[in-house]
């Protein structure tokens, strides 16, 4: 079959016409500007806060991961990036698949992090207690230093300081309908016969992701923690009022949060309205209503605490051994470095007396030579002097004979 020129030349320009790439990137080039980058690596935290504060519901997780899964496919970095170096960064994904992110990982991501959290929380615990029993152990130092009279009146007044510690205000058990009511009046300036639960939770979901967070939740027990705590008493402790705040936390925690996410969801929050405890007026336990430590455990803690002096003592002995050595041989470089200047000095003159010697002028620090008039001894200079005199003795004679001389014939 043959074709005309002009036909070749219209069907040319038509394929470049109909053959106009596509811009895969156009529809995301927005996403790409946005998304952080490392090392090449997608970063997949960013998609994880982004993705999951968006999702409204928070009951599926399988839904939630594959809602971002399917946004990580969309973007063209997904296709690119290293699964391996993820894993580096991230080892609680599955090992097993090392290709793609499914939904699998991010299970394992959000249950691991679930267990962390609960971690930190036992630490926090930990540390608070041993924070509790050195206070005590401080107590007891301090009043065995003092006399007889004077441990009984502190005494006394640390007794004192306690029981008005303890003359608060009724706490509400955090989560009831007496807290979050109360929350509702002096916090939100609501009427409290008109409470209502779901505009409640959307009034305290500050960043409106449909969830109240930890933050979120801490934040519902300020009004709480203030009949108890005031930082301007002596007798109350800011450690134990975020102590008090944890434990008001992790109480709403384990009747609220039905999934363990450390979420609470708007189901979560207004099921949790409709259980007996939800209405019962019964008061909350403070910590100082119950011993957070028994006296066995103290006694271990200052058997610690004695074992840590004990190394701190012998470190800090083996520091003040070790100046006095740096001590000692500073002052020996010290002493060799003076014998060493006075040689460099002997040698510097050892080497200006032989060119004395030849007559040579002496020489400078850096080798030139140095010109200075040399003392003349006393009997040259006494020779030149009588030169001097004879060759002006005929300018010295009289120009005319003396007058009134005898003449001798």
């Known amino acids: 079959m043959n074709l005309k020129p002009g036909w070749l030349l219209l069907l040319s320009i038509s394929a470049g016409v109909w053959s106009v790439p596509i811009d895969r990137n156009a529809g995301n080039q927005e996403v790409k500007e946005e998304v952080p980058e490392e090392n090449g690596v997608m970063n997949l935290s960013y998609y994880l806060a982004t993705e999951c504060s968006h999702n409204k519901g928070r009951d599926s997780r399988v839904s939630d991961a594959r809602h971002v899964f399917s946004n990580l496919c969309m973007c063209p970095e997904a296709l690119q990036m290293d699964h391996a170096s993820l894993l580096k960064q991230f080892e609680h994904l599955d090992p097993h698949n090392q290709n793609t992110f499914e939904a699998k990982d991010l299970e394992l991501l959000i249950s691991t992090a679930t267990k962390d959290l609960e971690n930190y929380d036992a630490e926090r615990h930990e540390e608070f207690k041993r924070y509790e029993m050195l206070k005590e152990h401080e107590r007891r130092e301090y009043l065995k230093s003092l006399d007889q009279e004077k441990r009984e009146r502190e005494e006394k007044r640390m007794q004192e300081l306690k029981d008005k510690h303890r003359q608060h205000p009724k706490v509400n058990v955090p989560g009831s309908v007496a807290q979050l009511r109360e929350v509702w009046e002096e916090t939100d300036g609501l009427d409290p016969q008109e409470f209502n639960p779901k505009t409640f939770f959307k009034l305290h979901d500050t960043n409106e992701d449909d ?36 434990r008001m936390r992790e109480h709403v925690m384990k009747n609220v949060d039905t999934n363990k996410d450390r979420l609470v969801s708007l189901e979560e ?65 010290e002493a060799q470095r003076r014998e060493y200047q006075q040689a460099v000095l002997e040698m510097s003159q050892r080497q200006k007396e032989p060119q004395a010697a030849d007559g040579q002028p002496p020489a400078g620090p850096n080798g030139e030579l140095q010109f200075q008039p040399e003392a003349q001894k006393p009997e040259a200079k006494e020779e030149k002097v009588a030169a001097e005199h004879v060759a002006d003795a005929p300018n010295n004679l009289p120009a005319e004979p003396p007058q009134n001389l005898p003449i001798h014939t």
């Open 269 to 333: 929050f207004l099921k949790s309205t409709e259980k007996r405890e939800f209405n019962n007026p019964r008061e909350w336990e403070t910590l100082d209503t119950k011993p957070l430590y028994t006296e066995e455990e103290l006694v271990r803690f200052e058997a610690e605490l004695r074992d840590k002096e004990e190394e701190l003592k012998r470190k800090a002995e083996n520091l003040r051994q070790e100046q006095e050595l740096l001590k000692e041989r500073g002052k020996a470089l």
């Open 211 to 246: 969830v109240l967070d930890e933050q979120e939740l801490e934040a519902l027990f300020t009004k709480e923690l203030e009949k108890v705590y005031d930082p301007k008493n002596e007798e109350d402790d800011m450690m134990e009022m975020e102590e008090e705040r944890l």
